[in-house]
């Protein structure tokens, strides 16, 4: 079946933009993730949602990133105000449920984001 | 210090060596031990856990993890050109609300 996508793939948005990304998890999937991959570096937890509940998010950097997931199935990364060093890959994973440490999170491809 | 800690690399090895990947971390919490493959523009896919000290075997791919000294390693055998990506280390504590940290990665190249 279909993995998780994202879109857009790429992305360029001048400094002070706001920009969404999105992503679509695996259908049926209640737990969705947002990770920032910067260039060199692993992915960094952004922030967790269980259905439409956004449980955890302590890894936004700042006031300027809000995600959402209304209906529990796509979630939207909102970026206002974009600074450079928000440039980053985002990337999205999900999976069944995140209860105790057998899910698996599988990961989309990502968006990559430049700030210029 | 972070908490994982993983050479970037690159790591050039000619086709069929064995590769050894490794990684150290500081939190004695961690008890699950993960490695992803990430191929260039994709994102990352998981392709062995551990729960414990020990070594677990899957196909070519050998994950040893020692908790005594916080160390993990994935082995790679008869390693393939298929085999060059980027291979992330990443581990958390059995708290359902604790988050996945990974390592920066470290950059394999398998030559033909």
């Known amino acids: 079946g279909a993995g998780v996508s994202q879109s857009p793939r790429y992305k360029v948005a001048k400094r002070g933009q706001d920009v969404a990304l999105r992503c679509d998890p695996i259908s049926g999937h209640v737990s969705l993730f947002w990770y920032q991959q910067a260039l060199g570096q692993g992915p960094e937890f952004l922030t967790y949602?269980?259905?439409?509940?956004?449980?955890?998010k302590s890894g936004l950097p700042s006031d300027r990133f809000f995600a959402e997931r209304p209906e529990g199935s796509v979630s939207t990364l909102k970026i206002q105000r974009t600074q450079q060093e928000d440039s980053a890959v985002y990337l999205c994973a999900s999976s069944l449920l995140r209860k105790g440490v057998q899910e698996t999170q599988y990961f989309g491809p990502g968006t990559r984001l430049l700030v210029l | 210090q972070k908490e994982v800690e993983q050479d970037p690399g690159p790591l050039s090895v000619p086709e069929g060596a064995i590769v050894s990947l490794n990684c150290t971390y500081s939190?004695?919490?961690?008890?699950?031990f993960m490695w992803y493959r990430q191929y260039s523009r994709k994102g990352p896919e998981l392709l062995m856990y551990t729960y414990s000290s020990g070594n677990k075997e899957d196909g070519r791919f050998t994950a040893q993890v020692d908790k005594s000294s916080k160390y993990i390693s994935l082995f790679i055998r008869d390693s393939q050109p298929s085999d060059s990506a980027t291979y992330l280390c990443a581990m958390r504590t059995m708290n359902r609300d604790d988050k996945i940290i990974f390592g920066k990665g470290t950059r394999l190249h398998i030559l033909p």
């Open positions: 949602f269980q259905n439409e509940a956004q449980l955890d």
């Open positions: 939190n004695s919490a961690f008890q699950y």
